[in-house]
């Protein structure tokens, strides 16, 4: 599976709920993020952490909320207050690839449809 | 700001012809950048990166710091590169990586 789980894959929401999307990584890496994919936007930068019990916000954070108390997991909530949180959400993490260039390994997504 | 810009949102040749997909940044310091592909159904996965100078599938991409561009390229598309491209640049480190819009290839037989 790659190294990096996340769940649901797909999850519906009604307005004025929130919601928490899982991802959990088994590779040891220190740093996780999570990117906000829509069409013909790309990939949008929402939290990040590089320690645990550390997070920054990125360029979307706004109506996103995360935690990381443990290395393996970076649960990201998607609060009421999204404008917009119908969206694919990715998972990523950081680690030494080869010739020591640091490469983003991303899980499968989940796609979250607000109804 | 940091920017990575790809102009093209869908490219789309024959098979056997040439492919360049085309991605500008925007950086004051020392880039690393790479290329990352989404096939379908599939996850978003590392394609190149430009420190490593490596070929992979064909494609192939230098870092022009001049003109701070960093092209994709490859001599004769396949069918099963269809796909979309996101370039990306990376501060350094484990700090952010800043994505383009990316770019669908798509090769008709």
């Known amino acids: 599976d790659g190294g990096i789980t996340q769940s649901p894959k797909y999850l519906f929401r009604k307005e004025g709920q929130n919601v928490t999307l899982s991802c959990e990584q088994n590779?040891?890496?220190?740093?996780m993020y999570w990117y906000r994919q829509d069409p013909g936007q790309g990939l949008r930068l929402i939290y990040y952490?590089?320690?645990?019990?550390?997070?920054q916000k990125g360029d979307i954070a706004e109506g996103y909320s995360v935690s990381r108390e443990k290395k393996e997991s970076f649960p990201l909530t998607v609060t009421s207050a999204q404008k917009n949180p119908t969206a694919f959400y990715l998972c990523?993490?950081?680690?030494?690839?080869?010739?020591?260039?640091?490469?983003?390994?991303f899980g499968a997504g989940s796609r979250l449809t607000v109804l | 700001a940091q920017r990575v810009t790809q102009p093209e949102k869908l490219l789309s040749v024959f098979k056997g012809a040439p492919v360049e997909l085309k991605c500008n940044y925007s950086?004051?310091?020392?880039?690393?950048l790479f290329w990352y592909v989404q096939y379908s159904r599939q996850r978003l996965q590392l394609l190149l990166r430009?420190?490593s100078r490596e070929s992979i599938k064909g494609f192939t991409a230098d870092l022009n710091k001049g003109e701070t561009s960093f092209h994709l390229k490859k001599p004769f598309a396949q069918e099963e590169d269809s796909a979309m491209y996101y370039c990306?640049?990376?501060?350094?480190?484990?700090?952010?990586?800043?994505f383009g819009t990316g770019t669908r290839l798509l090769v008709s037989p």
């Open positions: 990523a993490t950081i680690g030494q690839g080869l010739s020591g260039a640091n490469v983003l390994t």
């Open positions: 590779l040891n890496h220190d740093a």
């Open positions: 952490s590089q320690i645990v019990n550390d997070f």
């Open positions: 950086y004051s310091g020392s880039p690393e």
């Open positions: 430009h420190i």
């Open positions: 990306a640049l990376s501060l350094g480190g484990f700090q952010k990586l800043v």
